[in-house]
Nanobody, 115 residues
Framework: QVQLVESGGGLVQPGESLKLSCASS????????MDWYRQAPGKQRELVAT???????NYIDSVKGRFTISRDNTKRTVSLQMSSLKPEDTAIYYC?????????WGQGTQVTVSS
């Protein structure tokens, strides 16, 4: 069983930055690809960014150039640095990873971008 705990959400104004972090309990954390998803009100959950075990990253088009995903295997954490935030980035952000046959999710952290 892997537990994921997110932190760092909050209320910011458009154009500001915010950093999310996720701590994993996985014993072999470096063996897991890690992802950030988000779910806005009334919308489906969407994959925002991924980082593989080999540090290869991918982003959805709407956040490219603004968001950066990173990982620290010694601390067993994954982070999402978000810059130039827009109101449409408002959502609950979830940390995610996948085991052999199980998906693991954090509890989510709210990000609200509003003036």
């Amino acid at each position: 069983q892997v537990q994921l705990v997110e932190s760092g959400g909050g209320l910011v104004q458009p154009g500001e930055s915010l950093k999310l972090s996720c701590a994993s309990s996985a014993a072999y954390y470096s063996a897991y690809d890690m992802d950030w998803y988000r779910q806005a009100p009334g919308k489906q959950r969407e994959l925002v960014a991924t980082i593989s075990t080999k540090y290869v990253t991918n982003y959805i088009d709407s956040v490219k150039g603004r968001f950066t995903i990173s990982r620290d295997n010694t601390k067993r954490t994954v982070s999402l640095q978000m810059s130039s935030l827009k109101p449409e980035d408002t959502a609950i952000y979830y940390c995610h990873t996948k085991g052999i046959s199980t998906d693991y999710w954090g509890q989510g952290t709210q990000v609200t971008v509003s003036s």
